[in-house]
């Protein structure tokens, strides 16, 4: 006994009793500044994110960059007037037009120089009239004899060995002659693969007569076919006695002819079959009296007219239907900032919506759909023409001295801009301006849309439908569970919410989109009735209870009594899914348009009184289904801050007479409540960054309306559809970075706000 005495003594006397050894001192030291270099990292690979995304997203608001291309050795054209400069879509061998009619193919690559090309129409007479149409590759000419000669010109791409040559070619393809054999004053040309119009304006001064001609030609087994005259009409009496012409447009495929009047007035034919009728009468400018058109072109698509003013206005005219007028016409849909002098050339780009306007040495490159100027710019000298390659990476500009620059273009996002991702834009054939997104189309003259606004409501949408299902039954469902649930049931409450939270998202999607959809879709007043029944009877159910005296309650054990409400509330339930059917029949009835008589269908009722769309897959599939996910996340946190109160504060309240609900209600959930919206906001952030189930369950369009029975789509649904499809680098690539650059900065900021709010409640109910 002495000697364990002792021993506990002489541990008791060991200065070194409580001092650790060297191991757990280096195991401590090594966590700590591991810990401290793992959330290091944590902070920077968050930061490193956020910048990886910027770099991806700043180079689309920066504008074009254009430079001068040196070392052109090219002789001068000779001495003349020039009223056409065309280009092959590499920008190496452009074409030019003497007011003659003399062709000059311009070598700036190969070395050959000037290649002049003898007049194919000589016998015609002198030109009087000379048009290129750069998408058909035509060099319409009108002669003083009253003929015209179309000539097709085409270039040829040959490689070897990795060096590209371009071939060029001139041939005569037509020749026609107008009524009356009178000089042809102006010309132009719109062909489609099986038809081509030509229209003339013949005549001098007042005395002038507008005709169209229309070729056609036949394809077969065995090819094309030549071009024959199919018919001739006579414009002129559909315009005034008296009208001076100034220039006349006619559209790639033929279908629509545009004459500009020196007056300022614009006359808009359309052509249906082959008889072209005066559909609108309209005047650019007339908001600035004294104002004349001194320029005007089609952008790509010849849905939208470009007019510029003697003053440097500019102003673009699209086509499209109004409220008023069903018929498509041209409207004012855009004003671009002035040139500050009267443009002498337009060009227009075969790429994209942009467009090149130039007065003396200034040029501006211009882009309709965001109504931006990209690229402006005095040069060295005075421009007579110029021209976009078709690739939009050149420009070529003749001089007044008959020299050809050539400037390379870099401007591989004329679409973006502030405007164009978060602004309304006015696009072609809309009625007014709106926020869309659309990224792709099925042509070439195809507007992308990329406004990510709609998204942005779809991912708000979709999350407000989420949490306002999830919230409650997931808040209610904790505050149960903590307060009121016998523990010993306690233990099965958490493994079932694992395993809630563990389902994979592509299932629920899976299960949204082929069985609660087209479930839901005919069973809306019965999901109305079970969500009007169920949380009312349970209400009503508690508060019964809660008034009976206590040798009635007794006979219910505390914590047992959802074993014996639970028939109650699924009997209610039950009976609102039987009863909705005949309150459908009641209430949401429509007349039906073969029999006339008035039939119960939910899905054409609200379409009828709301004027919104009903869809299957929608907006209440989205919040079942997603909500089902955040149920989980919500309840777990929720009911751990619950069951974290110090018990003393149940006891104290129960104790000074208040009930369980009163003490559950005014001292539980508000000691909580920091835990509680921690759980709320990683609850919101799970539904923002829901893909699959958004992707599958709803139509996935990007509208913009609180309609419950509409879909949407969301950045994250959206990113994960379009980027698979997405270019490297093109701006439908960077616009969807710009979209999780977006994503990001909404969590960051929805998560500091928390934050923030949190520490707020958490001072507020220092109890803990």
Do not use: C
Not at 108 to 122: S, Y
Not at 551 to 563: A, C, T
Not at 710 to 733: C, D, F, K, W
């Amino acid at each position: 006994m002495s000697n364990n005495s002792d021993s506990v003594k002489n541990i008791e006397d060991d200065p070194k009793r409580f001092t650790a050894s060297r191991r757990v001192l280096a195991v401590d030291w090594f966590m700590t500044y591991f810990i401290r270099l793992g959330g290091v990292g944590v902070i920077l690979t968050v930061v490193g994110i956020f910048f990886f995304i910027l770099s991806q997203v700043l180079p689309l608001f920066q504008g074009a960059r254009v430079e001068q291309v040196t070392g052109l050795n090219v002789p001068a054209l000779p001495e003349g007037q020039y009223v056409a400069l065309a280009s092959d879509e590499w920008a190496e061998l452009p074409l030019v037009v003497a007011k003659d009619g003399g062709v000059y193919f311009i070598d700036l690559k190969g070395g050959r120089g000037i290649i002049e090309k003898a007049p194919l129409w000589l016998e015609g007479g002198k030109a009087s009239a000379i048009e290129v149409d750069h998408g058909a590759q035509v060099i319409s000419v009108g002669t003083e004899s009253g003929r015209f000669h179309l000539l097709k010109y085409e270039y040829q791409a040959e490689f070897s060995e990795d060096v590209r040559t371009i071939k060029e070619s001139l041939k005569q393809e037509y020749q026609g002659e107008v009524a009356g054999g009178q000089a042809i004053k102006l010309i132009a040309l719109g062909q489609s693969e099986s038809v081509r119009v030509i229209a003339t304006v013949a005549g001098d001064g007042t005395q002038q007569s507008l005709a169209v001609q229309t070729l056609k030609r036949k394809r077969s087994l065995m090819g094309v076919g030549k071009w024959k005259e199919s018919a001739q009409q006579d414009l002129s009496v559909k315009l005034p006695a008296e009208v001076d012409i100034q220039k006349i447009l006619m559209s790639n495929r033929g279908d629509a002819l545009i004459v500009v009047e020196h007056s300022g007035r614009v006359s808009y034919f359309f052509r249906e079959d082959d008889e072209f009728e005066l559909r609108q009468q309209f005047a650019p400018f007339k908001n600035r009296p004294g104002s004349k058109i001194v320029s005007t072109g089609f952008l790509l698509g010849d849905v939208s007219l470009v007019f510029a003013a003697d003053d440097g206005s500019n102003e673009v005219f699209s086509l499209l239907r109004s409220d008023a007028d069903p018929m498509r016409k041209f409207h004012h849909t855009k004003t671009l900032a002035s040139l500050g002098a009267a443009a002498d050339y337009y060009a227009t780009s075969s790429r994209n919506k942009a467009f090149l306007l130039g007065a003396g040495s200034h040029a501006s490159l211009r882009f309709s759909t965001s109504e931006t100027i990209r690229w402006s710019d005095e040069l060295p000298w005075p421009v007579r023409l110029g021209v976009i390659s078709g690739k939009y990476d050149a420009l070529l500009f003749l001089d007044q001295a008959g020299q050809i620059h050539k400037y390379r273009l870099d401007d591989p996002h004329p679409e973006a801009g502030l405007k164009a991702f978060f602004g309304k834009v006015w696009y072609e054939g809309a009625s007014e301006p709106k926020y869309e997104w659309q990224s792709t189309g099925g042509s070439d003259d195809f507007e992308p849309k990329f406004s990510l606004v709609p998204l942005i409501f779809g991912s708000f949408k979709g999350t407000m439908y989420a949490m306002l299902f999830a919230v409650p039954i997931a808040l209610f469902g904790a505050l149960y569970t903590s307060e009121f649930l016998h523990p010993r049931h306690k233990i099965f409450i958490k493994p079932v919410m694992e395993i809630m939270a563990s389902l994979p998202s592509v299932v629920l999607g899976f299960m949204a989109a082929l069985w609660l959809a087209p479930l839901i879709e005919g069973r809306v007043p019965s999901l109305l009735l079970v969500v009007a029944l169920v949380p009312s009877g349970a209400f009503l159910l508690g508060w019964w209870w809660g008034s009976q005296p206590m040798y009635v309650r007794k006979w219910i054990p505390q914590g047992l009594e959802f074993l014996y409400f639970m028939p109650v509330l699924m009997g209610l339930g039950w009976v609102g899914w039987i009863l909705g059917p005949h309150l459908e029949q009641m209430v949401f009835t429509v007349t039906d348009p073969q029999t006339g008589k008035a039939v119960g269908d939910f899905s054409q009722w609200w379409p009828q009184v709301t004027g919104t769309s009903f869809q299957q897959r929608n907006s209440l599939v989205v919040g079942f289904m997603m909500g089902f996910t955040v149920i989980p996340i919500v309840f777990t946190i929720a009911e751990d801050a619950l069951s974290n109160v110090p018990g003393a504060l149940r006891t104290g309240s129960l104790a000074m007479g208040a009930s369980r609900w009163q003490t559950a209600w005014r001292i539980v959930l508000p000691t909580a409540s920091a835990g509680i919206f921690s759980g709320l906001m990683v609850g919101l952030g799970r539904a923002v960054g829901e893909t699959m189930i958004v992707v599958m369950a709803t139509g996935n369009t990007p509208i913009m309306e609180w309609n419950v029975f509409s879909g949407m789509r969301t950045l994250s649904a959206n990113i994960a559809v379009e980027l698979p499809e997405a270019p490297q680098h093109s701006t439908l690539y960077r616009t969807l970075f710009l979209g999780a650059f977006v994503l990001f900065l909404l969590t960051f900021l929805v998560n500091t706000v928390a934050e923030l709010l949190r520490q707020h409640l958490r001072d507020r109910y220092k109890t803990v």
